[in-house]
C-alpha cells in the first residue's frame, strides 16, 4: 500500500512518521524531545504526554504526590492512538482518576525499558503502582535479528550500532 493511500485510512501515522528519534547513551534511542502535533506529544524527556487530558509529561507532576507509571513499547507508547488522550496511560487517568505517566518507549525491548526507568527515577519522589506492558518487542528481534547476543539480547536496528 502506498504511503498516500496508508495516510488515507490512518492519517494520524503521518505525524508518527515524523517522530524522528534521537541517540542517547545507553538506551540507543528515545524520542524527540518536545515534539508537538495534532496526535502525538512530548514532554522534555521525551517521554509521551498522558493524564485524563493528555497533557502531563515528567516535567509537569506535582513532586509531592505519588505517581503512577506505565511503560512498554510501541503499543504502551500509544503508537496508532489519535490523540495522546488515547492512549493506555491517559485511558488509566481517566478510569482511576490518578494520573499515569507514560514511561514507555517506541520499539523498545525490555531492557531499554529498564534503562529508561534508571535513568528518570530520581525525578519521582513517590511511585504508587507501576504497570509494564511489554514482551512483543522482545520476541520479535530475538526471531528476526542478525545481531543476537545470548546475554544482552537485541534491539531494533541493533544492526546499525
Known amino acids: 500500500m502506498s504511503r498516500n493511500k496508508y495516510y488515507k485510512y490512518h492519517p494520524q501515522m ?3 512518521d515524523l517522530l ?4 542517547v547513551p545507553f538506551l540507543m534511542f528515545t524520542s524527540l524531545k518536545n515534539y508537538s502535533s495534532k496526535v502525538i506529544n512530548t514532554d522534555l524527556n521525551g517521554f509521551r504526554l498522558s493524564g485524563a487530558d493528555g497533557k502531563i509529561g515528567l516535567n509537569n507532576t506535582c513532586k509531592d504526590e505519588a505517581i503512577n507509571i506505565f511503560t ?3 503499543s504502551a507508547f500509544g503508537v496508532g492512538a489519535t490523540s495522546d488522550k488515547f492512549t493506555i496511560s491517559s485511558q488509566l487517568s481517566k478510569l482511576t482518576t490518578h494520573n ?3 514511561f ?3 520499539a ?3 531492557t531499554q525499558e529498564f534503562i529508561r526507568f534508571s535513568y528518570y ?3 519521582l519522589t513517590s511511585i504508587k503502582n507501576i504497570i509494564i506492558f ?3 518487542n522482545d520476541l520479535s528481534p530475538y526471531f528476526a535479528a542478525t545481531y543476537y547476543n545470548k546475554y544482552m539480547g537485541t534491539f531494533f536496528n541493533a544492526s546499525n550500532f
Not at 20 to 23: N, Y
Open 108 to 110: 523498545h525491548v525490555s
Open 20 to 23: 524522528h528519534t534521537v541517540f
Open 72 to 74: 512498554g513499547g510501541s
Open 104 to 106: 514507555s518507549g517506541r
Open 14 to 16: 503521518k505525524d508518527y
Open 121 to 123: 527515577r530520581d525525578h
Open 100 to 102: 499515569w505517566l507514560n
Open 134 to 136: 511489554s514482551g512483543v
